[in-house]
Protein backbone atom coordinates (compact mmCIF):
# COMPACT_ATOMS: atom_id res chain seq x y z
CA UNK A 1 0.00 0.00 0.00
CA UNK A 2 1.28 3.52 -0.92
CA UNK A 3 2.24 5.93 2.07
CA UNK A 4 3.94 9.28 2.84
CA UNK A 5 7.24 8.64 4.24
CA UNK A 6 9.14 11.08 6.43
CA UNK A 7 12.26 11.65 7.65
CA UNK A 8 13.82 11.76 10.00
CA UNK A 9 11.86 10.41 12.38
CA UNK A 10 13.14 12.36 15.29
CA UNK A 11 15.64 15.92 14.61
CA UNK A 12 16.93 17.35 17.87
CA UNK A 13 18.62 21.00 16.51
CA UNK A 14 19.71 24.38 18.98
CA UNK A 15 17.51 27.16 19.04
CA UNK A 16 18.65 29.34 16.10
CA UNK A 17 19.66 26.42 13.74
CA UNK A 18 17.79 26.15 10.29
CA UNK A 19 15.91 22.32 9.76
CA UNK A 20 14.83 21.03 7.09
CA UNK A 21 12.17 18.88 7.42
CA UNK A 22 12.03 16.12 4.30
CA UNK A 23 8.40 14.21 2.97
CA UNK A 24 8.13 12.16 0.40
CA UNK A 25 4.55 12.01 -0.76
CA UNK A 26 2.05 9.21 -2.39
CA UNK A 27 3.19 9.75 -5.73
CA UNK A 28 0.00 10.15 -8.04
CA UNK A 29 -0.75 12.41 -5.66
CA UNK A 30 -1.38 16.34 -6.01
CA UNK A 31 -2.06 18.09 -3.46
CA UNK A 32 0.52 18.54 -0.39
CA UNK A 33 0.53 19.01 3.29
CA UNK A 34 2.37 19.82 6.39
CA UNK A 35 0.71 19.93 9.81
CA UNK A 36 1.97 20.20 13.41
CA UNK A 37 1.01 18.62 16.92
CA UNK A 38 2.67 19.98 20.07
CA UNK A 39 2.83 17.10 22.47
CA UNK A 40 -0.87 16.36 24.08
CA UNK A 41 -2.70 18.81 21.85
CA UNK A 42 -4.47 18.80 18.39
CA UNK A 43 -3.11 18.64 15.28
CA UNK A 44 -3.18 22.17 13.67
CA UNK A 45 -2.82 23.18 9.96
CA UNK A 46 0.12 24.96 8.96
CA UNK A 47 0.55 24.99 4.91
CA UNK A 48 -0.88 23.26 1.71
CA UNK A 49 0.88 23.49 -1.86
CA UNK A 50 -0.69 22.78 -4.96
CA UNK A 51 0.72 23.22 -8.40
CA UNK A 52 4.26 24.47 -7.12
CA UNK A 53 2.96 26.82 -5.16
CA UNK A 54 1.48 28.00 -1.60
CA UNK A 55 -2.48 27.55 -1.78
CA UNK A 56 -3.03 28.05 1.84
CA UNK A 57 -0.93 28.61 5.24
CA UNK A 58 -2.21 29.08 8.98
CA UNK A 59 -1.33 32.57 11.18
CA UNK A 60 1.57 29.67 12.24
CA UNK A 61 3.41 29.53 9.03
CA UNK A 62 5.16 32.77 9.41
CA UNK A 63 8.41 34.10 7.64
CA UNK A 64 10.47 31.47 9.36
CA UNK A 65 8.63 28.81 7.81
CA UNK A 66 8.83 27.71 3.94
CA UNK A 67 7.94 24.97 1.88
CA UNK A 68 9.51 23.55 -1.53
CA UNK A 69 8.89 20.63 -3.76
CA UNK A 70 12.28 20.53 -5.32
CA UNK A 71 11.90 17.74 -7.56
CA UNK A 72 8.50 15.05 -8.53
CA UNK A 73 9.45 13.68 -5.30
CA UNK A 74 10.09 15.45 -2.61
CA UNK A 75 8.31 18.04 0.02
CA UNK A 76 10.25 19.97 2.38
CA UNK A 77 9.35 22.29 5.13
CA UNK A 78 12.08 24.21 6.43
CA UNK A 79 12.33 26.18 9.67
CA UNK A 80 14.77 29.07 9.23
CA UNK A 81 15.88 30.24 12.88
CA UNK A 82 14.15 27.25 15.08
CA UNK A 83 12.30 28.73 18.34
CA UNK A 84 11.61 26.68 21.86
CA UNK A 85 8.08 26.38 20.64
CA UNK A 86 8.68 24.85 17.24
CA UNK A 87 9.30 21.39 19.07
CA UNK A 88 6.39 19.34 17.59
CA UNK A 89 5.84 16.33 15.98
CA UNK A 90 5.51 17.51 12.09
CA UNK A 91 3.12 15.32 9.74
CA UNK A 92 3.49 15.55 6.35
CA UNK A 93 0.18 14.74 4.07
CA UNK A 94 -0.68 14.21 1.02
CA UNK A 95 -3.95 13.92 -1.64
CA UNK A 96 -5.32 13.34 -5.03
CA UNK A 97 -8.12 15.34 -4.36
CA UNK A 98 -9.08 18.97 -3.23
CA UNK A 99 -10.34 19.56 0.67
CA UNK A 100 -7.87 17.17 2.21
CA UNK A 101 -10.35 14.57 1.37
CA UNK A 102 -8.97 11.25 2.26
CA UNK A 103 -5.57 13.16 3.31
CA UNK A 104 -2.93 10.24 4.04
CA UNK A 105 -0.51 11.52 6.52
CA UNK A 106 2.86 10.39 7.46
CA UNK A 107 4.41 8.56 10.34
CA UNK A 108 5.91 12.42 11.33
CA UNK A 109 8.72 13.91 12.27
CA UNK A 110 9.24 14.97 16.34
CA UNK A 111 11.60 17.97 16.16
CA UNK A 112 13.05 18.85 19.24
CA UNK A 113 14.33 22.38 20.06
CA UNK A 114 17.26 22.78 22.47
CA UNK B 1 -14.66 31.72 14.32
CA UNK B 2 -14.15 27.90 13.60
CA UNK B 3 -13.38 25.28 16.00
CA UNK B 4 -14.10 22.17 16.26
CA UNK B 5 -14.29 20.40 19.85
CA UNK B 6 -15.34 17.09 21.20
CA UNK B 7 -17.35 15.73 24.61
CA UNK B 8 -15.61 13.49 26.05
CA UNK B 9 -11.42 13.18 26.04
CA UNK B 10 -11.61 9.74 27.54
CA UNK B 11 -13.55 6.40 26.94
CA UNK B 12 -12.83 3.27 28.02
CA UNK B 13 -15.28 0.00 27.19
CA UNK B 14 -14.93 -3.75 26.65
CA UNK B 15 -13.73 -5.91 24.22
CA UNK B 16 -16.95 -6.29 21.84
CA UNK B 17 -18.86 -3.47 23.06
CA UNK B 18 -19.88 -0.85 20.82
CA UNK B 19 -18.17 2.59 21.36
CA UNK B 20 -19.32 6.16 20.40
CA UNK B 21 -16.90 8.92 20.25
CA UNK B 22 -18.66 12.42 19.97
CA UNK B 23 -17.40 15.94 18.33
CA UNK B 24 -19.20 18.91 17.61
CA UNK B 25 -18.14 21.72 15.43
CA UNK B 26 -18.90 25.29 15.03
CA UNK B 27 -18.42 26.28 12.05
CA UNK B 28 -21.76 26.34 9.67
CA UNK B 29 -19.69 26.87 6.42
CA UNK B 30 -17.88 22.66 7.09
CA UNK B 31 -19.55 20.20 3.98
CA UNK B 32 -16.86 18.18 4.65
CA UNK B 33 -16.10 16.18 8.03
CA UNK B 34 -13.25 13.06 9.09
CA UNK B 35 -12.68 10.83 11.61
CA UNK B 36 -8.89 9.91 11.67
CA UNK B 37 -7.17 7.04 14.08
CA UNK B 38 -3.85 7.85 15.70
CA UNK B 39 -1.69 5.28 17.30
CA UNK B 40 0.77 6.62 19.40
CA UNK B 41 4.04 7.75 17.59
CA UNK B 42 2.37 7.50 14.16
CA UNK B 43 0.70 9.77 12.01
CA UNK B 44 -3.36 10.06 11.73
CA UNK B 45 -5.06 7.69 10.08
CA UNK B 46 -7.96 7.73 7.83
CA UNK B 47 -11.08 5.88 8.79
CA UNK B 48 -14.05 7.20 7.52
CA UNK B 49 -15.56 10.77 5.63
CA UNK B 50 -18.66 12.42 5.36
CA UNK B 51 -20.17 15.42 3.04
CA UNK B 52 -22.97 17.77 4.57
CA UNK B 53 -25.35 15.82 2.14
CA UNK B 54 -25.22 12.97 3.82
CA UNK B 55 -26.31 12.48 7.55
CA UNK B 56 -24.81 8.62 7.62
CA UNK B 57 -22.16 6.57 5.87
CA UNK B 58 -21.26 3.42 6.69
CA UNK B 59 -17.85 1.26 6.64
CA UNK B 60 -16.58 -1.69 8.28
CA UNK B 61 -17.29 -1.59 11.58
CA UNK B 62 -17.39 2.13 11.67
CA UNK B 63 -20.38 4.41 11.22
CA UNK B 64 -20.50 8.45 11.00
CA UNK B 65 -23.58 10.01 11.84
CA UNK B 66 -23.78 14.06 10.78
CA UNK B 67 -26.20 15.77 12.80
CA UNK B 68 -26.42 19.33 11.19
CA UNK B 69 -29.00 20.99 12.68
CA UNK B 70 -27.25 20.62 16.11
CA UNK B 71 -23.39 20.41 14.18
CA UNK B 72 -22.76 17.33 15.72
CA UNK B 73 -20.65 14.37 14.60
CA UNK B 74 -20.08 10.80 15.80
CA UNK B 75 -18.39 7.81 14.84
CA UNK B 76 -19.73 4.63 16.14
CA UNK B 77 -17.24 1.39 16.48
CA UNK B 78 -19.19 -1.69 16.32
CA UNK B 79 -17.35 -4.30 17.91
CA UNK B 80 -14.83 -3.06 19.39
CA UNK B 81 -11.10 -4.87 19.90
CA UNK B 82 -7.92 -3.68 21.37
CA UNK B 83 -7.04 -2.68 18.11
CA UNK B 84 -9.04 -0.06 18.13
CA UNK B 85 -7.71 2.01 21.06
CA UNK B 86 -5.69 4.59 19.94
CA UNK B 87 -6.92 8.54 19.84
CA UNK B 88 -9.57 9.53 17.54
CA UNK B 89 -9.87 12.98 15.87
CA UNK B 90 -12.53 14.47 14.32
CA UNK B 91 -12.13 17.17 11.25
CA UNK B 92 -13.79 19.42 9.32
CA UNK B 93 -12.83 21.00 6.06
CA UNK B 94 -15.01 23.58 3.71
CA UNK B 95 -16.65 26.95 3.78
CA UNK B 96 -13.34 29.20 2.28
CA UNK B 97 -11.12 26.57 3.07
CA UNK B 98 -10.86 23.67 0.89
CA UNK B 99 -7.13 23.07 1.37
CA UNK B 100 -7.19 22.68 5.08
CA UNK B 101 -8.28 20.49 7.98
CA UNK B 102 -9.06 22.21 11.73
CA UNK B 103 -9.11 18.91 14.07
CA UNK B 104 -10.80 18.51 17.49
CA UNK B 105 -8.76 18.27 20.81
CA UNK B 106 -9.41 14.20 20.39
CA UNK B 107 -10.63 11.44 22.27
CA UNK B 108 -8.64 8.45 24.10
CA UNK B 109 -10.49 4.91 23.23
CA UNK B 110 -9.27 2.64 25.32
CA UNK B 111 -10.60 -1.14 24.81
CA UNK B 112 -10.14 -3.71 27.70
CA UNK B 113 -10.03 -7.42 26.73
Known amino acids: EPEVTQTPSHQVTQMGQEVILRCVPISNHLYFYWYRQILGQKVEFLVS????????KSEIFDDQFSVERPDGSNFTLKIRSTKLEDSAMYFC????????????FGQGTRLTVV | GESVGLHLPTLSVQEGDNSIINCAYS??????FIWYKQESGKGPQFIID?????DKRQGQRVTVLLNKTVKHLSLQIAATQPGDSAVYFC????????????FGQGTILTVHP
Open chain 1, 49 to 56: FYNNEISE
Open chain 2, 91 to 102: AEAGGTSYGKLT
Open chain 1, 93 to 104: ASGDRVGGTEAF
Open chain 2, 50 to 54: IRSNM
Open chain 2, 27 to 32: NSASDY
